[in-house]
Protein backbone atom coordinates (compact mmCIF):
# COMPACT_ATOMS: atom_id res chain seq x y z
CA UNK A 1 0.00 0.00 0.00
CA UNK A 2 0.49 3.48 -0.49
CA UNK A 3 3.65 3.20 -2.65
CA UNK A 4 5.99 1.10 -0.65
CA UNK A 5 7.38 -1.66 -2.90
CA UNK A 6 9.02 -5.17 -2.41
CA UNK A 7 10.07 -7.23 -4.30
CA UNK A 8 10.09 -10.47 -4.93
CA UNK A 9 6.28 -10.86 -4.22
CA UNK A 10 7.04 -14.63 -4.01
CA UNK A 11 9.88 -17.23 -3.96
CA UNK A 12 10.15 -20.54 -3.97
CA UNK A 13 13.61 -21.76 -2.56
CA UNK A 14 15.57 -25.36 -1.18
CA UNK A 15 16.48 -25.40 1.84
CA UNK A 16 19.90 -24.33 2.37
CA UNK A 17 20.47 -21.45 -0.36
CA UNK A 18 20.76 -17.90 0.35
CA UNK A 19 17.73 -15.38 -0.92
CA UNK A 20 17.33 -11.51 -1.07
CA UNK A 21 14.42 -9.75 -0.11
CA UNK A 22 13.95 -5.81 -1.38
CA UNK A 23 12.12 -3.07 0.00
CA UNK A 24 11.64 0.44 -2.31
CA UNK A 25 9.92 2.99 0.30
CA UNK A 26 7.86 6.47 -0.58
CA UNK A 27 10.82 8.59 -1.14
CA UNK A 28 11.35 11.01 1.94
CA UNK A 29 10.45 7.99 4.87
CA UNK A 30 13.47 7.70 6.58
CA UNK A 31 11.68 5.31 8.98
CA UNK A 32 11.90 1.59 8.25
CA UNK A 33 10.74 -1.75 9.39
CA UNK A 34 10.98 -5.38 8.35
CA UNK A 35 8.05 -7.48 10.31
CA UNK A 36 7.88 -11.14 9.15
CA UNK A 37 3.94 -12.70 9.46
CA UNK A 38 4.17 -16.85 9.67
CA UNK A 39 1.42 -18.81 11.12
CA UNK A 40 0.92 -19.78 14.79
CA UNK A 41 3.49 -16.62 15.25
CA UNK A 42 1.52 -13.85 14.08
CA UNK A 43 3.57 -10.61 13.18
CA UNK A 44 6.87 -10.35 14.40
CA UNK A 45 9.18 -7.33 14.61
CA UNK A 46 12.50 -7.66 12.65
CA UNK A 47 14.65 -5.00 12.46
CA UNK A 48 14.07 -0.89 12.32
CA UNK A 49 16.12 1.40 10.02
CA UNK A 50 16.65 5.18 10.36
CA UNK A 51 18.51 6.53 7.37
CA UNK A 52 21.29 3.53 6.96
CA UNK A 53 21.48 2.94 10.33
CA UNK A 54 19.93 0.38 12.44
CA UNK A 55 19.47 1.22 15.68
CA UNK A 56 17.19 -1.89 16.85
CA UNK A 57 17.97 -5.32 15.51
CA UNK A 58 16.35 -6.95 18.05
CA UNK A 59 13.80 -9.47 15.93
CA UNK A 60 16.58 -10.53 13.93
CA UNK A 61 16.14 -14.68 14.76
CA UNK A 62 19.01 -15.32 14.29
CA UNK A 63 22.29 -14.78 12.45
CA UNK A 64 21.87 -16.24 9.82
CA UNK A 65 19.40 -13.24 9.09
CA UNK A 66 20.76 -9.46 8.11
CA UNK A 67 19.27 -6.69 6.43
CA UNK A 68 21.12 -3.06 5.24
CA UNK A 69 19.84 0.23 3.68
CA UNK A 70 21.59 2.00 1.31
CA UNK A 71 20.97 6.03 0.48
CA UNK A 72 18.22 6.18 2.83
CA UNK A 73 15.80 4.22 0.67
CA UNK A 74 16.39 1.01 -0.92
CA UNK A 75 16.68 -1.82 1.91
CA UNK A 76 17.44 -5.29 1.54
CA UNK A 77 17.11 -8.57 4.09
CA UNK A 78 19.13 -11.10 2.82
CA UNK A 79 18.76 -14.91 4.50
CA UNK A 80 21.84 -16.84 4.33
CA UNK A 81 21.29 -21.28 4.40
CA UNK A 82 17.64 -20.84 4.64
CA UNK A 83 15.34 -23.38 6.93
CA UNK A 84 12.04 -24.63 6.33
CA UNK A 85 11.08 -22.94 9.42
CA UNK A 86 11.78 -19.40 7.16
CA UNK A 87 8.76 -19.91 5.14
CA UNK A 88 6.49 -16.65 6.27
CA UNK A 89 5.49 -13.54 4.48
CA UNK A 90 7.96 -10.89 5.00
CA UNK A 91 6.73 -7.34 4.98
CA UNK A 92 7.96 -4.21 4.77
CA UNK A 93 6.83 -0.60 6.04
CA UNK A 94 7.94 3.13 6.76
CA UNK A 95 7.12 6.34 7.86
CA UNK A 96 8.24 9.87 7.78
CA UNK A 97 9.16 11.12 11.62
CA UNK A 98 7.71 11.44 14.09
CA UNK A 99 5.91 8.70 14.65
CA UNK A 100 3.34 7.56 15.60
CA UNK A 101 1.80 11.08 14.22
CA UNK A 102 3.00 10.34 11.38
CA UNK A 103 1.27 6.48 9.90
CA UNK A 104 3.40 3.84 8.85
CA UNK A 105 2.77 2.30 5.50
CA UNK A 106 2.84 -1.10 4.67
CA UNK A 107 3.69 -3.13 1.53
CA UNK A 108 2.06 -6.18 0.15
CA UNK A 109 5.03 -8.36 1.55
CA UNK A 110 7.17 -11.01 -0.22
CA UNK A 111 6.19 -14.92 0.58
CA UNK A 112 8.93 -16.81 1.21
CA UNK A 113 8.76 -20.55 0.80
CA UNK A 114 11.50 -22.85 1.78
CA UNK A 115 10.99 -26.62 0.42
CA UNK B 1 7.08 -6.43 27.93
CA UNK B 2 4.41 -5.45 25.78
CA UNK B 3 1.66 -7.04 24.83
CA UNK B 4 -1.62 -7.05 22.86
CA UNK B 5 -4.32 -9.52 23.35
CA UNK B 6 -7.33 -9.54 20.53
CA UNK B 7 -10.20 -12.08 20.78
CA UNK B 8 -9.72 -15.05 18.17
CA UNK B 9 -11.49 -15.78 14.80
CA UNK B 10 -12.85 -16.20 12.72
CA UNK B 11 -16.34 -13.74 13.55
CA UNK B 12 -18.78 -14.52 11.06
CA UNK B 13 -21.61 -11.81 10.64
CA UNK B 14 -24.24 -11.27 8.32
CA UNK B 15 -24.35 -7.93 6.70
CA UNK B 16 -25.38 -4.86 8.64
CA UNK B 17 -24.92 -6.70 11.96
CA UNK B 18 -22.79 -4.83 14.72
CA UNK B 19 -19.09 -5.76 14.79
CA UNK B 20 -17.11 -5.30 18.08
CA UNK B 21 -13.57 -6.87 17.80
CA UNK B 22 -12.06 -6.83 21.76
CA UNK B 23 -7.98 -5.77 21.79
CA UNK B 24 -6.29 -5.38 25.53
CA UNK B 25 -3.02 -4.02 25.70
CA UNK B 26 -0.02 -4.13 28.47
CA UNK B 27 2.42 -1.83 27.94
CA UNK B 28 5.15 -0.25 30.35
CA UNK B 29 4.87 3.96 29.63
CA UNK B 30 2.41 5.47 27.62
CA UNK B 31 1.52 3.50 24.28
CA UNK B 32 -0.26 4.83 21.02
CA UNK B 33 -2.69 2.42 19.99
CA UNK B 34 -3.86 1.40 16.37
CA UNK B 35 -6.14 -0.87 13.95
CA UNK B 36 -4.66 -2.28 11.30
CA UNK B 37 -6.41 -4.29 8.38
CA UNK B 38 -5.25 -6.50 5.98
CA UNK B 39 -7.89 -7.29 2.93
CA UNK B 40 -7.43 -10.24 1.31
CA UNK B 41 -4.19 -10.30 -1.04
CA UNK B 42 -3.21 -6.67 -0.06
CA UNK B 43 -1.11 -5.58 2.44
CA UNK B 44 -1.52 -3.97 6.06
CA UNK B 45 -3.77 -0.81 5.89
CA UNK B 46 -3.62 1.65 8.84
CA UNK B 47 -7.46 2.01 9.82
CA UNK B 48 -7.38 3.93 12.87
CA UNK B 49 -5.44 5.50 15.99
CA UNK B 50 -5.60 7.02 19.00
CA UNK B 51 -2.17 7.99 20.69
CA UNK B 52 -3.64 9.20 24.14
CA UNK B 53 -6.29 8.00 26.96
CA UNK B 54 -10.02 8.98 26.23
CA UNK B 55 -8.79 9.25 22.16
CA UNK B 56 -11.08 8.50 19.92
CA UNK B 57 -9.72 6.86 16.43
CA UNK B 58 -12.26 6.81 13.59
CA UNK B 59 -12.77 6.01 10.07
CA UNK B 60 -14.88 4.21 7.33
CA UNK B 61 -17.56 3.48 9.95
CA UNK B 62 -15.17 2.11 12.44
CA UNK B 63 -14.25 3.68 16.05
CA UNK B 64 -12.31 2.41 18.59
CA UNK B 65 -11.91 4.67 22.13
CA UNK B 66 -8.33 4.37 24.08
CA UNK B 67 -9.30 2.93 27.27
CA UNK B 68 -6.28 3.65 30.19
CA UNK B 69 -8.51 2.30 32.72
CA UNK B 70 -9.39 -0.88 31.53
CA UNK B 71 -6.31 -0.93 28.87
CA UNK B 72 -8.78 -1.55 25.92
CA UNK B 73 -8.68 -0.45 22.57
CA UNK B 74 -12.07 -2.49 21.25
CA UNK B 75 -12.78 -1.82 17.68
CA UNK B 76 -16.97 -1.44 16.22
CA UNK B 77 -18.24 -0.83 13.81
CA UNK B 78 -22.74 0.09 13.74
CA UNK B 79 -23.19 -1.86 10.12
CA UNK B 80 -20.46 -4.18 8.55
CA UNK B 81 -20.48 -4.88 5.04
CA UNK B 82 -18.92 -7.55 3.28
CA UNK B 83 -16.67 -5.44 1.65
CA UNK B 84 -15.68 -5.51 5.60
CA UNK B 85 -14.69 -8.85 4.95
CA UNK B 86 -10.76 -8.61 6.22
CA UNK B 87 -7.98 -9.67 8.99
CA UNK B 88 -8.01 -6.97 11.59
CA UNK B 89 -4.79 -6.81 13.76
CA UNK B 90 -4.70 -4.60 16.72
CA UNK B 91 -1.20 -3.03 17.68
CA UNK B 92 1.13 -0.83 20.09
CA UNK B 93 3.88 1.08 20.24
CA UNK B 94 5.49 2.80 23.07
CA UNK B 95 8.80 4.22 21.70
CA UNK B 96 9.77 6.92 19.53
CA UNK B 97 11.16 4.98 16.76
CA UNK B 98 7.39 3.16 16.48
CA UNK B 99 8.03 -0.25 16.47
CA UNK B 100 4.65 -2.23 16.85
CA UNK B 101 3.75 -4.79 19.07
CA UNK B 102 1.00 -6.62 16.84
CA UNK B 103 -2.05 -9.17 18.13
CA UNK B 104 -2.60 -12.28 16.47
CA UNK B 105 -5.46 -11.15 14.12
CA UNK B 106 -9.08 -11.72 14.06
CA UNK B 107 -10.65 -12.55 10.62
CA UNK B 108 -14.23 -11.05 10.27
CA UNK B 109 -16.09 -12.42 7.48
CA UNK B 110 -19.29 -10.97 6.53
CA UNK B 111 -22.05 -13.03 4.49
CA UNK B 112 -24.76 -11.08 2.67
Known amino acids: GAGVSQSPSNKVTEKGKDVELRCDPI?????LYWYRQSLGQGLEFLIY????????KSGLPSDRFSAERTGGSVSTLTIQRTQQEDSAVYLC?????????????FGEGSWLTVV | GDSVTQMEGPVTLSEEAFLTINCTYT??????LFWYVQYPGEGLQLLLK?????DKGSNKGFEATYRKETTSFHLEKGSVQVSDSAVYFC???????????FGAGTQVVVTP
Open chain 1, 49 to 56: FQGNSAPD
Open chain 1, 93 to 105: AAGRRPIPGNTIY
Open chain 2, 50 to 54: ATKAD
Open chain 2, 91 to 101: ALTTDSWGKLQ
Open chain 2, 27 to 32: ATGYPS
Open chain 1, 27 to 31: SGHTA
